[in-house]
């Protein structure tokens, strides 16, 4: 409680702890989604293009977390409504999608004739400057996303376990899929503006990853998932208080080592 209470003490760290409790939560219940639909490389290309949205915002001037959102959503929508000739051609298609935005991301960082200081947060997250204005957009995002992740849940969950059954069943698969993505995007922007882009995954598979190694129950799987990402996410932050390391690296080395010993523990004998 001390180390909390002088946490706290810092209107930075209430900002910090806010919005990362918001990324948390969202990150896991979009990631468990995502987990169970084997979508985790296109939750990977979203992570990587949040990079080239914060650079393109940093050469135009504006706020990152525009770029963030802007980039994010952009690609969720092209992977999802990008006609597909053939069955199994989405990683081809997402992989494409991912290298041009990353060759994007470079092209704005050579471009800018600043000095671009802030690549390392870009990339590694950082918690430091964030502001109540982010704070409150991050929870409209969050409120929004999940408010319709609720609407669409049960035959979201249907056509997850079964496409085709719930095809069968008059569920509009490929609609949802496409809604899920943009949400995915979403969710991926918010938590990048904490983690970086390149760490932004952890928070997306890994407590998911871990909570459904512990139970198959949807409901219960998707709590368990939720509450490891905000320790997770609590815990980064107090250890990146008080070292000089990255904040990305915290995140995902804490939620790497829940999922090593929940696999290890859950292993047949």
Known sequence: ???????????????AFRAGTIVAV??????????LRRQGFAGHTLAMVSFPGAACATLLGVAVGYGYFAFCVAAALVIAVAPRREAGQDAALTGTVQAFLLA?????????????????????GSFLGITETQVVVLALVAVVALGVLAVIGRPLLFASVDADVAA??????RALSAVFLVLLGAATAGASQITGALLV???????????????????????????????????????AYYSPYPIGFYVTGFA????????AVRRPA
Do not use: D, H
């Not at 969202?26 to 987990?35: H, I, N, S, T, Y």
């Not at 939720?226 to 250890?239: D, E, H, K, P």
């Not at 080592?257 to 929940?262: C, L, Q």
């Open 104 to 124: 994007c991301g470079y092209l704005f960082v050579a471009l800018y004739k600043g000095f671009l200081g802030g690549v390392n947060s870009l990339l590694f």
């Open 256 to 263: 790497f080592g829940t999922y090593v010993v929940v696999r």
């Open 201 to 239: 995954f952890a928070l997306l598979v890994m407590p998911a990853a871990t909570a459904q190694l512990l139970t198959a129950r949807p409901v219960l799987s998707l709590a368990v998932g939720v509450l490891i990402a905000v320790a997770v996410t609590w815990g980064a932050l107090t250890a």
């Open 26 to 35: 969202l990150a896991a219940v979009m990631g468990w989604f995502m987990v």
């Open 168 to 173: 069968a069943r008059g569920v509009p698969v």
């Open 1 to 15: 409680m001390t180390v909390i209470r002088e946490l706290w003490s810092y209107p930075f760290m209430v900002n």
